[in-house]
């Protein structure tokens, strides 16, 4: 079957000739009318549409954005906060980059009838240290949009006031946790903080209620306003409603970034047709679907099941390329949508190395306040990395496979499952090349690109 | 504290968008590394006494976040992205190139104190890999060919810069 054709909402203007980042341009495109028209209704009503629209959050873990909404704590007469996370640090993930440098105003348009709707006075966005371009874009687009008054004190006429701000981070991956971030926009060391109770929603910013939400999150909350719940809700499928983004990197002939309605385009049509396959004279290998913690999947296996279609229970049976990439999908096989990173791996990558490189991301970024993780991280970046400079051994694998077990559900954040789920995975999926790998080495040539 | 008079207005400036003093650490840590190039302990108790802090923190944050350093660095700072996609399309050989042009090993300054190169983890611009920040600017797909003209920029620009 052909892929479909892609369906850019937030990505509408993303490369666009002479589009420009400046409020002219945005307001030459209709810029800042769907706010206007939202700060007309009542905030429970734009309310009401998110949640009728279905949307999933986009940040990683997709959890319904109108239900977090509700979640919030409005009876404490505390300030509620919104923070835009813009942290941009999964590994695969690069997708909120081009949002940020190329249409910032559709962002702060998405935030702002976020904040409405919220009753929210104070917003931070906070974009990693390492796009400084990226900060300063959008202090300016921020300055325009408040000099017309699309930001700040009684906007628009309507007696509603609410500012933003930007905030730097600096080069710590655990600040994209929204915990981990909300202590580190206190000033402080970006140490998870332990739920319950510290739920953003009622003791987030300052033990004020809190709302995190991705940067794409709340642009396609602009479009929901704008499009109406019920509308947006028939985009995609049911359940994985709105478009996604993909970002393909590795070993394709065109990575890059593709959205699609969710859930109707499959990994195959996305790889092959979308991305033209693979490099010429190779074969895919392996596929990360997810952002470097979600589960490794392997070129050739099956996954087979019941799943729902309409109201009845049917039969799959799929191969890697036959998996529609939705939520639903991606978590029923055992892995995760996640932040929609896909990162590609053909017949020319050794396992063992590839995940000797993701350990020693997960080693250099975990915060420490867990044992199991700071040291579990630690111990896997060190057995795959002497597997492969040092002397590899045949026990390494149920070594491995012991020190990731000992992880998951024993910490404060998710990042124990995201740094333990590459190498559970990679072991039952590729547990041969690593029980072999001591006596492959002996013949090898060195690895003409080196990962590790 | 010896800072340019902008780097002091935008101190009191990124202090008022906070409820609360603490909240502005990083902004001001990021301020004042843009002006002098690095935290000296200096640094930590001035901007400890300007947020109504203890030093120490100040410092626990210094010592958290990749981005600040307790040392002077190259004029230019250059960070090859070591993580797997860019790593997938060569990420390690850039990074050893570099190396070799400057002959110098990662985080350690250049002879001629020209350049620190330094290999950081993913830079969201996986798609674009092997990517490459220079100071402010994202190199994207660099190649050992791209490896060869960015060393020249630098070099010929460092050749250009009066003597001190
Ligand atoms: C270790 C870790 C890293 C994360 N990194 C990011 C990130 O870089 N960007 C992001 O938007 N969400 C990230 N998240 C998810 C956030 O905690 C949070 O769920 C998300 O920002 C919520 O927004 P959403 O509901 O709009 O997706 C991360 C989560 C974990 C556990
Ligand atoms: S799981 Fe890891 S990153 Fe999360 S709080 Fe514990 S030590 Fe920190
Ligand atoms: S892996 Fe290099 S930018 Fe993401």
Redesign the interface.
């Known amino acids: 079957m052909p892929a479909p054709v892609q369906r850019r909402l937030i990505f509408a203007h993303i490369d666009e000739p002479g589009y420009t980042p400046d409020l002219p341009c945005y307001l030459r495109h209709g810029g800042y009318a769907v706010m206007k028209q939202a700060f007309t209704r009542p905030p429970a009503e734009l309310m009401d549409e998110v949640k009728k629209s279905g949307l999933r959050g986009r940040g990683g873990a997709g959890f319904s954005c109108g239900l977090k909404w509700t979640l919030v704590d409005r009876k404490s007469g505390k300030p509620i906060y919104l923070i835009v996370n813009a942290d ?7 997708k ?2 081009y949002i940020m440098h190329q249409d910032p105003h559709q962002l702060i348009e998405g935030t702002m009838i976020s904040c409405f709707a919220n009753n929210v006075k104070q917003a931070y966005i906070y974009i ?6 990226g900060a300063r874009i959008l202090e300016k687009a921020i300055q325009e949009a408040r000099d017309a008054n699309f930001v700040g004190q009684n906007i628009l006429g309507t007696n509603y006031s609410c500012d933003i ?1 930007v ?7 655990i600040c994209g946790e929204e915990t981990g971030l909300i202590e ?7 140490n998870p903080r332990i739920k319950p109770p510290y739920f953003p929603a009622v003791l987030g910013l ?1 033990q004020c209620p809190t709302i995190v939400n991705n940067v794409e999150t709340l642009c396609h909350v602009k479009h929901i306003a704008d499009l109406g719940g019920e509308t947006y809700a028939k985009i995609g499928t049911p359940n994985n409603t709105g478009t996604r983004i993909f ?5 394709v002939q065109r ?3 593709y959205e699609f309605e969710a859930g109707k385009i499959t990994m195959g049509q996305l790889l092959n047709e979308v991305c033209g396959g693979p490099l010429p004279g190779r074969k895919f290998k392996a596929v990360i679907p997810g952002g ?1 913690s979600a589960k490794v999947m392997r070129f050739g296996e099956r996954y087979k099941g019941k799943r729902k279609v309409g109201h009845e229970m049917v039969d799959y049976d799929w191969g890697v390329e036959d998996v529609p990439l939705d939520f639903d999908s991606l978590g029923m096989i055992g892995t995760m949508g996640g932040s929609g ?1 896909v ?1 590609v ?1 053909d017949d020319t ?1 050794n396992m063992v190395e ?1 995940l000797a ?2 350990n ?2 997960y080693s ?2 975990s ?1 420490g306040q867990c044992t199991p993780c700071r040291e579990g991280s630690l111990w896997m970046k060190k057995i795959t990395t002497r597997m492969v400079h040092g002397t590899a051994r045949a026990e390494d694998a149920a070594l491995l496979k012991n020190v990731a077990d000992q992880i998951p559900g024993r910490t404060i954040c998710a990042f124990g499952e995201a740094c333990s789920w590459p190498t559970q995975s990679f072991l039952a999926k590729f547990g041969d090349e690593f029980a072999g790998y001591a006596e492959a080495k002996k013949t090898a040539q060195p690895a003409a ?4 | 504290m010896n800072l340019k008079p902008a780097t002091f207005q935008q101190i009191d400036e990124v202090i008022t968008h906070y409820p609360v003093k603490r909240s502005a650490l990083l902004p001001l840590l990021h301020l004042v590394q843009e002006d002098v190039g690095w935290i000296s302990t200096e640094a930590i108790e001035w901007i400890a006494q300007k947020l109504e802090l203890q030093p120490i923190n100040v410092y626990e944050v210094v010592t958290f976040y990749p981005m600040f350093r307790q040392k002077p660095i190259g004029r230019r700072h250059i960070k090859v992205c070591r993580t797997l996609s860019c790593a997938l399309t060569g990420g390690y050989q850039v990074c050893a190139q570099f190396q070799q042009e400057f002959g110098c090993k990662t985080g350690e300054v250049s002879a001629d104190g020209e350049v620190t190169i330094d290999f950081v983890e993913c830079l969201a611009s996986c798609g674009t890999g092997p990517v490459v920040l220079i100071d402010d600017d994202l190199h994207e797909k660099v190649d050992a060919a791209k490896v060869k003209a960015l060393s020249d920029q630098i070099r010929t620009a460092a050749s250009r810069r009066p003597a001190p």
């Open positions: 941009e640090s999964e590994p695969g993930t690069f909120d980059r990693r240290g390492e796009m400084p371009h701000f905030h730097r981070g600096a080069g710590a991956y580190s926009l206190e000033g402080k060391r970006a300052y970002c393909v990197s590795g070993h990575p890059g970034y470097s990173g990162i791996m990558v590839a490189n993701i020693a991301f250099h970024e915060c690109t080196p990962l590790i």
